[in-house]
């Protein structure tokens, strides 16, 4: 076993031992890597959870050759990786937290794009909901973007399990101007003020635990930071019921606890090759506010109890 297989299958044990399922890699005997590691992400452990639900973000899917550390090709490998395990998981639906597809320089091309991940997506049987990135609105405008994957608005919330879900669009510039078609800079992210109005009102009409999704960042300043994230952090606060926040965009493992809540950044799906990188999660909500989010090949997990 190379050296690089020794590390990611270390911290692979790591991660699942950390949110006390059970794993059983080391012993295993004529099988390779690889057909370990898969047999370990399909192993969870039942719980009381009172929703639960998928995580994936930063696809980034395109059909154009790797730049850098982004492999734009690799990405349905990856999401039929994913999707072995949120099978065995059974989570109630699955939120895609941005940036489903890469920037084309067409229109045809960006809804080309749009319907082969489309057609991946529909491979996993679970509702689904979309929050919008940046790159989903690149070339596309939001009502393209919103049609090709069929959902009705960009900011909306829901209820499953006695849990109260919002979804957040950030893409507006700071003058109100919805992102599309290469008017905006990616570093202008905006929640704007109807969308603010809306939160405040939404969320005094649930006595629920509250957790949000999002693609750009609420808990940073800087280019990955949303420019009115003071803003939106104090209507979360001051709901008293928010439990965390769930987002995208700057493609790394981070957590931060701000005003009592949990702002957790995902890794990005299209970052590394397949068979090295990938990155998916499942997240369990439980009565008394303990969310547990098992992280699997570079996303971490968490274990944060309620209070």
Same mark, same amino acid.
Request: net charge negative.
């Given at each position: 076993?190379?050296?690089?297989?020794?590390?990611?299958?270390?911290?692979?044990?790591?991660?699942?031992?950390?949110?006390?399922?059970?794993?059983?890699?080391?012993?295993?005997?004529?099988?390779?890597?690889?057909?370990?590691?898969?047999?370990?992400?399909?192993?969870?452990?039942?719980?009381?959870?009172?929703?639960?639900?998928?995580?994936?973000?930063?696809?980034?899917?395109?059909?154009?050759?790797?730049?850098?550390?982004?492999?734009?090709?690799?990405?349905?490998?990856?999401?039929?990786?994913?999707?072995?395990?949120?099978?065995?998981?059974?989570?109630?639906?699955?939120?895609?937290?941005?940036?489903?597809?890469?920037?084309?320089?067409?229109?045809?091309?960006?809804?080309?794009?749009?319907?082969?991940?489309?057609?991946?997506?529909?491979?996993?049987?679970?509702?689904?909901?979309?929050?919008?990135?940046?790159?989903?609105?690149?070339?596309?405008?939001?009502?393209?973007?919103?049609?090709?994957?069929?959902?009705?608005?960009?900011?909306?919330?829901?209820?499953?399990?006695?849990?109260?879900?919002?979804?957040?669009?950030?893409?507006?510039?700071?003058?109100?101007?919805?992102?599309?078609?290469?008017?905006?800079?990616?570093?202008?992210?905006?929640?704007?003020?109807?969308?603010?109005?809306?939160?405040?009102?939404?969320?005094?009409?649930?006595?629920?635990?509250?957790?949000?999704?999002?693609?750009?960042?609420?808990? @940073?300043? $800087?280019?990955?930071?949303?420019? /009115?994230?003071?803003? !939106?952090?104090? *209507?979360?606060? &001051?709901?008293?019921?928010? =439990?965390?926040?769930?987002?995208?965009?700057?493609?790394?493992?981070?957590?931060?606890?701000?005003?009592?809540?949990?702002?957790?950044?995902?890794?990005?799906? @299209?970052? $590394?090759?397949?068979?090295?990188? /990938?990155?998916?999660? !499942?997240?369990? *909500?439980?009565? &008394?506010?303990?969310?547990? =989010?098992?992280?699997?090949?570079?996303?971490?997990?968490?274990?944060?109890?309620?209070?």
């Amino acid at each position: 076993m190379s050296q690089r297989e020794l590390h990611d299958l270390s911290r692979t044990r790591r991660l699942f031992l950390r949110d006390g399922s059970l794993l059983m890699l080391a012993g295993a005997t004529g099988i390779g890597f690889q057909g370990r590691l898969e047999a370990a992400l399909e192993t969870t452990s039942p719980d009381d959870a009172v929703a639960r639900f998928a995580l994936i973000t930063d696809l980034h899917y395109a059909d154009k050759e790797t730049a850098g550390t982004r492999h734009y090709r690799e990405t349905p490998a990856k999401l039929a990786q994913a999707a072995k395990q949120f099978a065995n998981a059974k989570p109630d639906f699955l939120a895609a937290l941005g940036d489903l597809i890469d920037a084309a320089d067409d229109v045809p091309t960006e809804l080309g794009y749009l319907q082969q991940i489309s057609n991946e997506l529909d491979k996993i049987q679970l509702p689904k909901h979309y929050v919008l990135g940046n790159h989903c609105v690149d070339t596309l405008t939001k009502r393209e973007f919103l049609d090709g994957v069929g959902q009705e608005k960009s900011y909306y919330s829901f209820d499953q399990g006695g849990v109260h879900f919002v979804v957040l669009d950030a893409c507006f510039r700071s003058d109100g101007v919805p992102y599309q078609r290469k008017n905006f800079e990616w570093t202008d992210p905006n929640i704007e003020k109807r969308e603010v109005d809306w939160l405040k009102q939404d969320l005094a009409n649930t006595d629920k635990k509250t957790v949000v999704f999002v693609h750009q960042r609420l808990d @940073v300043t $800087g280019p990955y930071g949303i420019k /009115n994230a003071a803003e !939106v952090r104090k *209507v979360l606060e &001051d709901s008293g019921n928010v =439990l965390a926040v769930f987002q995208g965009h700057s493609h790394e493992n981070e957590h931060q606890l701000i005003g009592g809540i949990h702002y957790c950044t995902l890794v990005a799906m @299209v970052e $590394g090759a397949f068979q090295a990188s /990938n990155g998916f999660s !499942v997240a369990s *909500v439980f009565a &008394d506010g303990t969310i547990r =989010l098992s992280g699997f090949r570079q996303q971490s997990s968490y274990n944060w109890p309620g209070q």
